[in-house]
T-cell receptor
Framework: ETGVTQSPTHLIKTRGQQVTLRCSSQ?????VSWYQQALGQGPQFIFQ???????GRGNFPPRFSGLQFPNYSSELNVNALELDDSALYLC????????????FGPGTRLTVT | GQSLEQPSEVTAVEGAIVQINCTYQ??????LSWYQQHDGGAPTFLSY????GLEETGRFSSFLSRSDSYGYLLLQELQMKDSASYFC?????????FGAGTTVTVRA
């Protein structure tokens, strides 16, 4: 059984740039959620994808967008980066209906300068 | 929206028992999950309560009272490896909303 993987591990971008983060779900999982975690805080829900459709969204602006592919892997895209976007971005996969139990990847540490 | 409160820090000695309380206010509630996150690591699932009562999983137990909008995570026989951040998270129809986390430090 393959766990959740994310790439890249670390990333440094300049304000105004765009970034794409990638996630591979755990084998057999059909739902993927993305979270932003600032230092010393809990993960904040960005959005969830199920069957390649956005299934729900947190309080994040439209410049945060995503995709889910037929193999359940996923991308998070952030446009027009701001300094406050600096955070750990976590991807989590789960099974629809039991998504109280999510399996998290190691995260991508994004720094915006 | 959702609002969760949990203590920011708890310190205890090896072998002790620690209880982490979580109170929540939410517009939709399916259940309460608990996650553990070691420094620099990914959150890992510990337990889930959808109904009132106590769920026991080894040294960890979790409790929920829906009428009081309250739950707790009980860590027994504390070990050094239990030093980590612990998050409660409310499950609504499509997402988990996490608290700010409780940092547990275990001392020898």
């Amino acid at each position: 059984e393959t766990g959740v993987t994310q790439s890249p591990t670390h990333l440094i971008k300049t304000r105004g740039q765009q970034v794409t983060l990638r996630c591979s779900s755990q084998s057999g999982h059909n739902t993927v959620s993305w979270y932003q975690q600032a230092l010393g805080q809990g993960p904040q829900f960005i959005f969830q994808y199920y069957r390649e459709e956005e299934n729900g969204r947190g309080n994040f602006p439209p410049r945060f967008s995503g995709l889910q592919f037929p193999n359940y892997s996923s991308e998070l895209n952030v446009n027009a980066l701001e300094l406050d976007d600096s955070a750990l971005y976590l991807c989590a996969s789960s099974l629809r209906g039991t998504d109280y139990e999510q399996y998290f990847g190691p995260g991508t540490r994004l720094t915006v300068t | 929206g959702q609002s969760l409160e949990q203590p920011s820090e708890v310190t205890a000695v090896e072998g002790a028992i620690v209880q982490i309380n979580c109170t929540y206010q939410t517009s939709g509630f399916y259940g309460l999950s608990w996650y553990q996150q070691h420094d620099g690591g990914a959150p890992t699932f510990l337990s889930y309560n959808a109904l009132d009562g106590l769920e026991e999983t080894g040294r960890f137990s979790s409790f929920l009272s829906r009428s009081d909008s309250y739950g707790y995570l009980l860590l027994q026989e504390l070990q050094m490896k239990d030093s980590a951040s612990y998050f409660c998270a409310v499950k609504d129809d499509y997402k988990l909303s996490f608290g700010a986390g409780t940092t547990v430090t275990v001392r020898a």
